[in-house]
C-alpha cells in the first residue's frame, strides 16, 4: 500500500512537470487512482474513504486562517493601483541618487516596503520593471545588475510578511502535524521577518560592493539632476510617500506582533486601509474596485482550487499509508534528521526550477511534515527554510517567474542571457542567508 502511495505522487508530480493543470491533477489524478483501487483492489481501498472527502473539504473552506489569502491578495491589488510604487522610487531615487549604487539601492528598500505592504511579487516586478528598469538603463547601469536588482527585490513578498507563502505554509504543516507539533501564522510572520530583513541588508552590500569596485556598472545620478528634480515641497512629498505605507504596515504587522489582532483580523484592517490609501492619492474609482475584486477572485479561486486538489491528494496518500511507508524507508536507510531535511531541501530547490512555489507547498509539505515529526525537528524553523527555498524558485532559471514577468516589460535590448547573468549573485545570496538561519536556528525568534 504505501509503495501505491509512492507511485500516486510520482505520477501527480511527472504529470505537472509536463504542465498539466496542478489543481485538476492533484484533485483529479487522486480520484482516478482511488477509483481504480476500488476496483482491482477493493481490499486497499474502499468507497467509505471516499465519503471523508466533503468533510475535509468543508473542514478547508471555513478554515479561518486561511480568510486571510483574500484580504492579503485584495490589500496588495489595491495598493497596485494607488501609485504608492511611483512615488515610493521616486522619492528614493532622490533621497540615494547622489551615492554610487544609489538608484539600485533605491528599488531594494522599495521592494522591501512593497513587499511588507502587498506581498505581491508578480505586481511588485512588473511595476519596477515598468519604472525603474528605463531609468536605469539611461543612467548608464550595467543591465544585469539593474534587471538583478528589480527581479530579487520583487520577490522579497515571498518571505517579508504579510505573505501569501507563509500563510500556505503554515496551514499544510499545521493540517499535517500531529498535535502539539502545529505552526500558525503569527508565529511565521513573527519568524520571517528577520531573514526578510537580512536578505535586504545583503542585496544593499552587495551593491555597494559592487559599485566601489566597478563603479561604471552603478554610477550616481548626476547633481544638476537631483537638484533640479528636488522641487519646492520635497520634503512633504518625503513625508507622504513614506509616512502612508509606514503606517499601514505598522498596523497590520504591528497588531499580529502584539497579539491585538489575529492575521485574518490584521489582513481585514490592511484591506480597508489600502483602500482609504487609495482615495489619499485620488486613484480610487468604482472601475478600480471592480478590477481589484475581479482579480482577487481569480487569484483567491486559483489557491482553494489547488487546495481543494491538495486535500483529495493527501486524503488518498494517508489512506494508503504513504507516510508510513516513507518513515520506514527513511528508518531503514538510517538517515539523520538533518540529512534528510538537506535531501529535503535540494529536492524543493531543484523543483522550484520547473514549478510555482503554490504547487510545492501542497504536494511536498503534507509529505515531508509527518517524518519531520518523527525527527521532532522545530517545524517552524523547518517552515522558515522552506519559505526561503521556495523564494528562489521565482529567481532560479530557466522557469523563475519573476524572471519572465520581468522580461515580458523590459526594453527589448535586455536579452534572456543577460536577466540570467544578472540573478545568479541574488541567488547566491538567498542561499548564503538560508545557511545562516540552519546554523542559527534561535535567531527566527528574536521578535518572540
Known sequence: MGGLAILLFL????????GFPVAFTLGGVSVLFGLALMIFAPDVFRFADFLLLPSRFMGTITNGMLMAVPLFIFMGIM????????????????????????????????????????????????????????????????????????????????????SIVLILLADQISASSRAGASVDVGMMFKAAFLPGILLVV?????????????????????AEELQSRKSKGFGKRVVKAFVLPLLLIVSVLGSIFKGIASPTEAAAIGALGAIILTVIENKFSLAVLKSVMQQTVHLTAMVFFILLGATTFTLLFRTLGGDDYLIELINAADLSAM??????????????FFI?????????????TPIFNVYEIDMLWVGILMALNLQTSFLTPPFGFSLFYLKGVAPPQITTKQLYRGIVPFICIQLLVMLLVFFFPDSIRIFF
Open 339 to 352: 540529512t534528510f531535511l538537506f535531501i529535503v531541501m535540494v529536492v524543493i530547490f531543484v523543483a522550484g
Open 202 to 222: 545583503c542585496y544593499i552590500l552587495y551593491v555597494l560592493i559592487v559599485a566601489q569596485m566597478k563603479p561604471e556598472w552603478a554610477p550616481q545620478l548626476p
Open 356 to 368: 510555482d512555489f503554490i504547487e510545492i507547498v501542497f504536494i511536498f509539505v503534507p509529505v515531508v
Open 11 to 18: 505520477i501527480i508530480f511527472v504529470l505537472i512537470l509536463r
Open 79 to 162: 495598493l497596485e493601483k494607488s501609485g504608492l510604487a511611483e512615488s515610493l522610487l521616486e522619492t528614493m531615487s532622490l533621497l540615494f541618487g547622489s551615492i554610487k549604487g544609489g538608484l539600485a539601492i533605491s528599488v531594494i528598500l522599495v521592494g522591501a516596503l512593497l513587499a511588507a505592504s502587498t506581498g505581491i511579487v508578480g505586481a511588485t516586478v512588473v511595476t519596477m520593471g515598468i519604472i525603474s528598469l528605463p531609468v536605469m538603463l539611461k543612467h548608464n547601469y550595467r543591465a544585469e545588475l539593474a534587471t538583478g536588482v528589480i527581479a530579487s527585490s520583487g520577490t522579497l513578498g515571498q518571505i517579508i510578511p504579510p
